[in-house]
């Protein structure tokens, strides 16, 4: 049968209509496809985007409480004079902050008084930063040693501070040479800072420990005694005999605001005796003999074959190793013209 002409252009339209609309899908269901990914994409963007700004919110948080913290360290407490104590010298801490017992004496202690110095801190080694803060010049509460260029470093394990045996059988857990070494620790914490013994000890009536100017330095005693008689100088303020951490601590006050290296400091006594406290000529922010005069007993330990440690620079030591920040190990019955100790005080 013979299709008309006029039919079968009829159905060439309807297959074209058909492929024109089947097309249209095609291109629509391909728009939609289009439009979903970019949807899809600025999602993906303004996700990436929020997470970049939170991160860098972040990032930005991060460094706001790092400066605060840095800010926080910069603002130190404060001096405190106790009861029964007068200020005498230094405008600021940083002068060398001198206190007395005695009202109304000086630096030349016509009054007579006991002279104590404040030493503050930023903080506590390993609570408050670490030793690399302490290198960028932050005072630090610590036992450090110290290379040959003054710079600080943690101190061996060799030597301790809470771990002495006064039978020398055991290790334990108490320093019983130090009143309360965590205790120390706390006042720090709180206050600021502590007190050192202006001078090496001179012996006073009923031998009571002394830090005046000008006096026979009080030595040939042991660390056990030297110990006990630094405990309970005072009935408003705890004393003992200096601790690593004040003796340490002390050198990084003196390094920042003084002489600097003065861990490398030695001897200015070059007799073949000790000479009276103060009078050697080392003095830095109004703390003297440090360096110089006698060895000075502490509470730190080495071992229970040398369960005591001497510290600092010693007159009959002149030109050699002897310094600042020398550690010297002794028995608990030693004592000598050498050593001599110093007490501290904290609120």
Not at 75 to 91: D, L
Not at 284 to 300: K, R
Request: glycine share 8%; hydrophobic share 30%.
């Amino acid at each position: 049968m013979k299709i008309s002409k006029e039919k079968k252009n009829n159905n060439i339209k309807g297959i074209t209509l058909i492929v024109l609309i089947l097309i249209i899908v095609a291109l629509i269901a391909v728009v939609g496809v289009i439009v979903t990914l970019v949807v899809q994409l600025n999602k993906n963007n303004t996700e990436i985007s929020n997470n970049e700004i939170s991160s860098q919110n972040i990032i930005n948080a991060e460094n706001d409480n790092s400066e605060s913290k840095k800010t926080e360290k910069k603002e130190r407490k404060k001096a405190t004079v106790p009861e029964g104590f007068y200020h005498i010298e230094g405008t600021t801490e940083e002068e060398g902050f001198v206190i007395s017992d005695v009202e109304g004496d000086d630096l030349d202690n016509t009054a007579g008084g006991n002279q104590y110095v404040w030493i503050p801190v930023d903080g506590i080694l390993g609570e408050d930063g670490t030793i690399d803060d302490v290198k960028d010049g932050e005072i630090l509460l610590g036992r450090y040693e110290f290379e040959e260029d003054g710079t600080p470093k943690e101190v061996q394990d060799v030597y301790k501070e809470k771990v002495f045996s006064a039978k020398e059988e055991e290790i334990s857990e108490e320093s019983t040479a130090a009143k309360d070494i965590e205790g120390f620790i706390d006042s720090v914490r709180e206050n600021g800072g502590y007190y050192f013994a202006r001078f090496e000890a001179s012996q006073g009536e009923n031998n009571k420990v002394e830090s005046k100017y000008n006096k026979p330095v009080w030595n040939n005693v042991t660390r056990g005694e030297a110990s006990n008689l630094c405990q309970d100088l005072y009935t408003n303020i705890t004393s003992d005999l200096i601790n690593s951490y004040s003796w340490d601590t002390a050198i990084l006050f003196i390094q920042k605001y003084g002489q600097n290296n003065y861990s490398q400091q030695k001897s200015l006594n070059e007799g073949l005796h000790p000479i009276n406290t103060g009078m050697s000529g080392d003095v830095q922010l109004n703390i003297c003999d440090m360096g110089s005069n006698c060895l000075e007993w502490t509470t730190e330990t080495m071992s229970k074959w040398f369960p005591c440690v001497a510290r600092g620079g010693c007159y009959s030591r002149v030109g050699t190793s002897s310094n600042t920040s020398l550690r010297f190990p002794g028995e608990n019955s030693g004592k000598g013209e050498i050593e001599s100790f110093r007490s501290i005080l904290y609120l």
